[in-house]
């Protein structure tokens, strides 16, 4: 049996609800932040306030600001933190880590400036000295941690740690699948963001339930298409961590990317908008970097490209609209 210590790094949202989970889930927790005055907080608080308020931690969830005294609670860590400090952690992480140490993630995104995914990140800091591993799928912060049935993939490929990853987080309350897919497991989660921000901005414009089934359909064709020349699974982007986890995005307003969208439909600034969500909104960064894996890989991505232009270049969403629908007709299933 593998060691039941595990290490949670990141102390926000989710960071915060995997810990509960694995903690009750019979895992021996350690959850690290980088600033001791706030995890002080959460030690004397038992629950954070902040970011994930009125879900008292468990006995067994330890907290810690020292990431080397973290790291000593387990053999597996489990990174979740924003992808644009990723790259960060691992590098303070890389001294603190034991020869059989075992590094997951469960951040979404691509690299700001690089354009690379959380496992070209790690492999860069770390390289192959270590098993590695993604968690994904439709799973809120909020519902994990009010123990509400959820499911998600866990892909690697090492099967070993896979399967442990996947024990780890399996129970009554969650349903754990494993993968080989990391390309397609990193993938769905990361377009899914940008996809979000279309279809809160065309609710935010009360464009209709017809406009959002449109956008989230095609959004998917978009993830298959860029999918297909990146070497990912089809059956994986037509799985949890793929159209599983656009649904959830585009559809319910716990998604900041899909409040942000909302915000913008209706009117607000970006910055105004990103104020008042409070926390990172990882598809603003994103709609560049996949703008640019499009660029490198010849994909068309129509719906990407609007969002890319009103975040980035200040076109209005109505304007975005009006492209999307003056496109040529084209089969519906071609590349």
């Known amino acids: 049996m593998f060691n039941k210590g595990i290490t949670v790094l990141g102390a926000g949202s989710w960071g915060t609800a995997l810990a509960i989970h694995l903690a009750r889930n019979d895992n021996t927790t350690c959850l690290w932040g980088h600033e ?4 002080n907080q ?14 008292e931690f468990p006995e067994t969830l330890g907290i810690e600001s020292s990431l080397e005294a973290a790291v000593k609670t387990g053999r597996d860590v489990l990174v979740v933190v924003p992808s644009h400090a990723f790259r960060e952690v691992l590098t303070q992480l890389k001294t603190s880590l034991d020869k059989d ?4 993630w469960a951040t979404k995104g691509l690299e700001h400036g690089s354009g690379k995914f959380m496992g070209e990140v790690f492999e860069d800091v770390l390289g192959d000295t270590y098993p590695s591993a993604v968690a994904s799928g439709p799973t809120f912060a ?6 509400l049935p959820c499911a998600l993939t866990v892909a690697s490929y090492n099967p070993v740690f896979a399967n442990d990853m ?11 699948y494993t993968s080989d ?3 397609g497991v990193q993938l769905g989660g990361t377009v899914k963001n940008v996809l979000a921000i279309a279809s809160g901005i065309a609710d935010g414009m009360q464009l209709g339930a017809n406009s959002r089934a449109a956008l989230v359909t095609r959004g998917l064709a978009e993830i298959i298409r860029l999918g297909d020349a990146m070497g990912a699974r089809r059956e994986t982007l ?13 559809t319910d307003d716990q998604s900041r990317n899909r ?9 607000k600034a970006i910055d105004v908008a990103l104020k008042d969500i409070g926390q990172v909104v990882e598809g603003v960064n994103t709609a560049r970097e996949v703008m640019q894996l499009a660029q490198q890989y010849r994909v068309e991505l129509p719906i990407c490209e609007q969002v890319y232009q009103v975040l980035q270049e200040g076109l209005l969403p109505t304007k975005a609209v009006e492209n999307l629908l003056a496109r040529e007709i084209r089969p519906e299933l071609s590349s």
């Open 36 to 39: 001791p005055e706030f995890m």
């Open 42 to 55: 959460l030690a004397q608080q038992r629950q954070n306030r902040q970011y994930l308020p009125g879900f």
């Open 101 to 104: 140490s075992r590094v997951a």
């Open 142 to 147: 909020g519902e994990v941690a009010a123990g």
């Open 166 to 176: 996947a024990n780890r987080m399996h129970g009554d309350r969650m349903r754990a």
């Open 181 to 183: 897919d990391m390309v």
């Open 238 to 250: 037509m799985g949890l961590a793929g159209v599983g986890d656009l649904i959830l995005t585009c």
């Open 259 to 267: 409040r942000l969208g909302l915000a913008l439909g209706s009117g």
